[in-house]
């Protein structure tokens, strides 16, 4: 009985293992077709969609990807990208960790008002802010400019402050009160105590943002104007006319880079991933 029990218990194994690599096949055929779309001709990628190996590798694709358009080359939208996204993403850090600090161990009047204001925003609609935030942006004069894409940054976020929050929470508050006997004022505390072990909220923060900002595509649509600021997913965008023949190998291997610091990213960090979300205190 043992016996057959232990092969039923394999089979169900097998089974999970084949459904599970049935989803994953499926999730990554799409960039399995990205990748082998940008190493083919032109009249290839269409005809043959079907086929993943391509009959030739065609690397000039990526050549004349680089050379962007209207005479920008491609590594400038790969630069504009950057700088925006490193800068939201230190502007979200800096703000979030000091926004969660006050609301995780400072008592101030009020308090649990603002943080249920804080907490209505993650229900509202980004929509329903882009008139009113381009209307002021406008009026101010910051339309084809990087600071709308970061400036925000430096105002915190909701989701990133009660995360930030959570784990602060989890720490004990008898570090706080045994620094201040010390002598330790609350930036000494914040900034030589409690940052050391909000490492991974950070970093966890630091990857969401990365993704969420360097994969975003409307607000540089809707405030940058100029091709010589495009980001690299308004510029792949663009490389699309629909007035003349889209060069789609040079647009897909372009695809293909914008990728990289993504994945990048995520093999290097996604460990923190998953302990910035899940550790709620101290580990003992």
Same mark, same amino acid.
Request: hydrophobic share 50%.
């Given at each position: 009985?043992?016996?057959?029990?232990?092969?039923?218990?394999?089979?169900?194994?097998?089974?999970?293992?084949?459904?599970?690599?049935?989803?994953?096949?499926?999730?990554?055929?799409?960039?399995?077709?990205?990748?082998?779309?940008?190493?083919?001709?032109?009249?290839?990628?269409? +005809? /043959?969609?079907?086929?993943? *190996? =391509?009959?030739? @590798?065609?690397? %000039?694709?990526?050549?004349? !990807?680089?050379?962007?358009?209207?005479?920008?080359?491609?590594?400038?939208?790969?630069?504009?990208?950057?700088?925006?996204?490193?800068?939201?993403?230190?502007?979200?850090?800096?703000?979030?960790?000091?926004?969660?600090?006050?609301?995780?161990?400072?008592?101030?009047?009020?308090?649990?008002?603002?943080?249920?204001?804080?907490?209505?925003?993650?229900?509202?609609?980004?929509?329903?802010?882009?008139?009113?935030?381009?209307?002021?942006?406008?009026?101010?004069?910051?339309?084809?400019?990087?600071?709308?894409?970061?400036?925000?940054?430096?105002?915190?976020?909701?989701?990133?402050?009660?995360?930030? +929050? /959570?784990?602060?929470?989890? *720490? =004990?508050?008898? @570090?706080?009160? %045994?620094?201040?006997?010390? !002598?330790?004022?609350?930036?000494?505390?914040?900034?030589?105590?409690?940052?050391?072990?909000?490492?991974?909220?950070?970093?966890?923060?630091?990857?969401?943002?990365?993704?969420?900002?360097?994969?975003?595509?409307?607000?540089?649509?809707?405030?940058?104007?100029?091709?010589?600021?495009?980001?690299?997913?308004?510029?792949?965008?663009?490389?699309?006319?629909?007035?003349?023949?889209?060069?789609?190998?040079?647009?897909?291997?372009?695809?293909?880079?914008?990728?990289?610091?993504?994945?990048?990213?995520?093999?290097?960090?996604?460990?923190?991933?998953?302990?910035?979300?899940?550790?709620?205190?101290?580990?003992?």
């Amino acid at each position: 009985m043992s016996g057959q029990q232990h092969q039923t218990k394999r089979l169900r194994s097998i089974a999970l293992h084949l459904i599970v690599t049935a989803f994953a096949v499926v999730m990554l055929y799409p960039l399995l077709w990205m990748v082998s779309s940008s190493l083919k001709d032109n009249s290839e990628i269409f +005809i /043959q969609a079907h086929q993943l *190996i =391509p009959s030739k @590798l065609n690397f %000039s694709n990526y050549v004349n !990807g680089f050379k962007g358009f209207a005479g920008t080359s491609f590594v400038v939208f790969f630069k504009n990208s950057l700088i925006i996204t490193v800068f939201s993403v230190i502007g979200t850090v800096i703000s979030s960790t000091m926004v969660a600090y006050g609301f995780a161990r400072i008592r101030f009047k009020g308090s649990r008002f603002w943080f249920a204001c804080m907490m209505m925003t993650m229900m509202l609609p980004a929509e329903v802010l882009t008139i009113p935030q381009y209307i002021f942006f406008q009026k101010i004069d910051w339309i084809n400019t990087f600071f709308p894409l970061i400036v925000p940054s430096f105002f915190g976020g909701a989701f990133f402050i009660f995360l930030v +929050i /959570q784990f602060l929470r989890g *720490i =004990p508050k008898e @570090l706080d009160e %045994s620094a201040t006997i010390d !002598g330790c004022g609350r930036y000494r505390i914040f900034m030589q105590i409690l940052i050391p072990l909000l490492v991974p909220p950070i970093i966890t923060v630091s990857i969401f943002k990365f993704y969420w900002t360097w994969d975003d595509f409307f607000s540089p649509l809707l405030y940058l104007n100029s091709p010589k600021l495009a980001t690299v997913s308004l510029a792949i965008k663009n490389m699309s006319d629909p007035t003349a023949q889209t060069d789609w190998g040079a647009m897909f291997a372009m695809s293909v880079l914008s990728l990289a610091p993504i994945v990048a990213v995520f093999i290097g960090f996604q460990k923190y991933i998953v302990e910035g979300i899940s550790t709620t205190g101290l580990k003992g």
